[in-house]
């Protein structure tokens, strides 16, 4: 319901609404994907986009960055409609990066050039002034020093901090984000979630799909929850995570937060073991949780 | 374990066990290749074979003769081809994987049509061209128009490695560079198209062994003697010696050239891997 009190009409002319989908509509063939989303991110906001596999959450971000052209509706970024057919879509992306969940570095191209070469291709920013912006970045997600080294060299993690640095360095207005920890070994999680969190802190304008309901939790000024191609609640993190007006959200989120089959393989356990103590260590962990086994601390993970 | 294997001895008592008996083919194959050898060694007269194919006035003569204007002939045909070659491949490669059907066609009709034509054929074709058509010149003659025979059929079968390169690259990769602002054109030739090449960096060297040796059709052109590669030279020669000593020689650069092409591939292999 909550999906309906978005304005319906096209743009507020806002300067800050960064990201306005009014009515999109996605169709692969036969089948719709989405189904009517209109959504509105604000300047400085973090949106939390969750949802079981296939509802359609990259899909939306892709739309979003017209990595997948819509069969129908409208998407402004910045008050340009990046839907137009004349729109120079190219010039719009320059406004926004995107991390994706299989980190996509360029593989023939040090740490540092994969920084560089859209400032420097694309926008034609002088090199050394990109390598400067690059080097700060870097440095911010730690990985200064490994400056020159290939992506094959480093960890998932390390990779997808450095995708992170990459979108930075264009000096983007917004961040879209794929499930950016879901292709990372457990320990390697909260590094990238870390720089996340900063990166909210100084106030980017960011659109999250994650399955880490800890880091929404925390981190999010807002949650989407989505299934079958529909917005089907959206709201304050602690109502939608901690209080779930739905029985489809329930549901999901009962079994992102507690998989039935624990005992089934370690690999299961420990993503359950993962969620559980994130979920206890986030700050409003004594809100309504699906499970109140759930809310033991955890001081192993309590940087998050 | 032990009891398995115990129990199948038992079971079969005369059976060699595939050890053994894998052992006993390899001496047997020893032995075959002990046979042969010591027969070649009776059989054959050193000093005929020597005289025939390593004569060593012949050697000097040969060495003395234009051999390096050959050699170098031979590279420049063949440097020249491949690099014609290359570009009007990536061409190709592009028209087959365009969105726009003609140039798919146009693309897939050469590309069938080069492949299943001699390379003689086509250069004999090109050296009639000046003749059919008097007044036209490849610049560089005869260098550009061996560049352009030989190119224009390598181009054919650098299309497929190079399209089959393209396609090798994963998809995201196009998509985090459009996702940065790239223009379709420029993610493909900064982000693709360098992979694609890493990836297709050794059936390209075979390709230009390949040509490598296909640069001795050239002799087909009727060249002046400045112009003659290491076949037509080595041919000539030995023609006229009635001696088999400067075709050897000839043989020998060709793995000159072709030896230390297949070494650097092995090279770039492994430094490839370790940036991927
Ligand atoms: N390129 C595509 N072609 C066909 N179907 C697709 C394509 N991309 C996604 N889909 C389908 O769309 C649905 C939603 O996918 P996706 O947006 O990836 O979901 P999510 O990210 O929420 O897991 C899935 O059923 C998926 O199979
Ligand atoms: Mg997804």
């Known amino acids: 319901m909550t999906a309906m009190t978005i304005p319906a009409q096209i743009p507020t002319g806002d300067r800050a609404d960064e990201i306005q989908v009014y009515d999109l509509h996605k169709s692969f063939g036969d089948v719709e994907v989405l189904k009517g989303i209109s959504l509105t991110v604000r300047t400085g906001e973090v949106v939390c986009v969750i949802g079981p596999s296939g509802s359609g959450k990259s899909t939306l971000l892709r739309c979003v960055n017209m990595l997948e052209e819509p069969t129908a509706g409208r998407i402004f970024i910045i008050n340009e409609e990046i839907t137009d057919p004349d729109a120079d879509v190219d010039a719009i992306r320059t406004m926004m990066g995107m991390v994706f969940q299989s980190f996509n570095l360029f593989p023939h191209l040090t740490v540092l050039q994969n920084c560089t070469i859209g400032p420097t291709a694309v926008k034609k920013v002088p090199k050394a002034e990109a390598e400067a ?141 993962r969620h559980a103590a994130e979920l206890g260590s986030g700050p409003e962990a004594s809100g309504e949780l699906p499970d109140p086994a759930l809310r033991t601390d955890n001081p192993g993970r309590s940087r998050l | 374990m032990t009891t398995t294997t115990q129990a199948g001895t038992v079971g079969r008592p005369k059976k060699l066990s595939p050890r053994k008996r894998a052992q006993r083919i390899r001496l047997v194959q020893y032995a075959i290749l002990l046979v042969v050898v010591v027969l070649l060694i009776l059989n054959v007269d050193g000093r005929q074979v020597q005289s025939v194919f390593f004569r060593t006035d012949l050697i000097q003569v040969t060495l003395t003769s234009g051999l390096p204007r050959a050699l170098l002939n031979t590279v420049l045909y063949t440097f020249g081809a491949f690099v014609f070659g290359l570009t009007l491949g990536t061409l190709l490669a592009l028209m087959r994987l365009s969105q726009v059907a003609p140039y798919r066609w146009i693309a897939s009709i050469y590309i069938e049509f080069f492949r299943g034509v001699p390379a003689l054929i086509v250069l004999l074709a090109f050296g009639l061209l000046s003749v059919a058509f008097p007044g036209l010149r490849f610049p560089l003659d005869p260098y550009g128009t061996v560049w352009t025979a030989l190119g224009m059929v390598s181009a054919a079968y650098m299309a497929e490695t190079i399209r089959a390169g393209i396609l090798a690259v994963p998809k995201g990769q196009v998509e985090a560079a459009r996702a940065l602002g790239m223009p379709s054109g420029m993610a493909m030739r900064r982000i693709v198209l360098p992979q694609a090449f890493r990836i297709i960096t050794p059936p390209l060297t075979n390709e230009l062994i390949l040509l490598t040796k296909d640069s001795s059709l050239v002799y087909v052109l009727g060249l002046t003697a400045s112009a003659f590669e290491l076949t037509k030279f080595g041919r000539d020669i030995s023609n006229s010696n009635g001696n088999l000593t400067p075709l050897v020689i000839a043989g020998f650069c060709y793995l000159i050239i072709t030896l230390p092409l297949t070494f650097l591939v092995r090279r770039m292999e492994a430094k490839a891997k370790k940036a991927r």
């Open chain 1, 133 to 273: 912006t690059a080097l700060k970045y870097l440095d911010e997600v730690g990985l200064k020093h490994r400056a020159d080294a290939f992506p094959a060299q480093l960890s998932g993690g390390q990779q997808q901090r450095v995708a992170i640095a990459r979108a930075l360095t264009m000096n983007v207005e917004m961040v879209l984000f794929d499930e950016p920890t879901s292709a990372l070994d457990p320990e390697l999680v909260g590094d990238v979630l870390d720089v996340m969190r900063r990166l909210a802190e100084i106030g980017m304008t960011m659109m999250v799909v994650t399955h880490e309901m800890a880091f929404a939790r925390e981190v999010a000024d807002r949650v989407i929850f989505m299934d079958g191609g529909v917005i089907v609640e959206e709201g304050h993190p602690d109502q939608v995570i901690g209080n779930p007006q739905h029985e489809r959200t329930r549901t999901f989120l009962n079994r992102v937060l507690h998989p039935t089959h624990v005992h089934t393989g370690e690999e299961d356990a420990a993503y359950a073991a």
